[in-house]
């Protein structure tokens, strides 16, 4: 009888162990689940986040681009502008050089000449 009840007590405390291992195992494969799960929804929202990071960069991006492209049409407007200024300034000094150095070379010819008729009392 010794040895009957010993092998029922073995049996039941591997059975037991068993149990309790299916139990663990359990617990196992729910935390598991859990984690998988939390992250799943982790990475859901990096994935939002990083979706709404590229589009605010986008945006930014986009308005920083016609912000430089009115600024350049601005500069070259103001530039032309200036040049278109400068040249008409040129050309009006050019003239005015022209016409003064004509006038002043009309006028140095009528005084270099010497008078073609000559004085009798110059013999």
């Given at each position: 009888?010794?040895?009957?009840?010993?092998?029922?007590?073995?049996?039941?405390?591997?059975?037991?162990?068993?149990?309790?291992?299916?139990?663990?195992?359990?617990?196992?494969?729910?935390?598991?689940?859990?984690?998988?799960?939390?992250?799943?929804?982790?990475?859901?929202?990096?994935?939002?986040?990083?979706?709404?990071?590229?589009e605010t960069v986008g945006e930014k991006t986009k308005e920083t681009?016609?912000?430089?492209?009115?600024?350049?049409?601005?500069?070259?407007?103001?530039?032309?502008?200036?040049?278109?200024?400068?040249?008409?300034?040129?050309?009006?000094?050019?003239?005015?050089?022209?016409?003064?150095?004509?006038?002043?070379?009309?006028?140095?010819?009528?005084?270099?000449?010497?008078?073609?008729?000559?004085?009798?009392?110059?013999?």
């Open positions: 009888m010794k040895i009957t009840s010993l092998v029922i007590v073995l049996v039941a405390a591997t059975a037991l162990a068993t149990f309790g291992q299916e139990g663990t195992l359990q617990e196992i494969k729910h935390g598991a689940k859990k984690t998988g799960e939390t992250i799943k929804n982790g990475l859901e929202t990096v994935g939002e986040k990083t979706k709404d990071a590229a681009a016609e912000t430089v492209g009115k600024k350049t049409k601005e500069t070259v407007e103001t530039v032309g502008e200036k040049t278109k200024e400068g040249a008409n300034t040129a050309g009006r000094k050019s003239k005015r050089a022209v016409r003064k150095a004509k006038t002043e070379a009309s006028e140095k010819r009528s005084t270099d000449q010497a008078p073609t008729t000559s004085n009798p009392n110059d013999r």
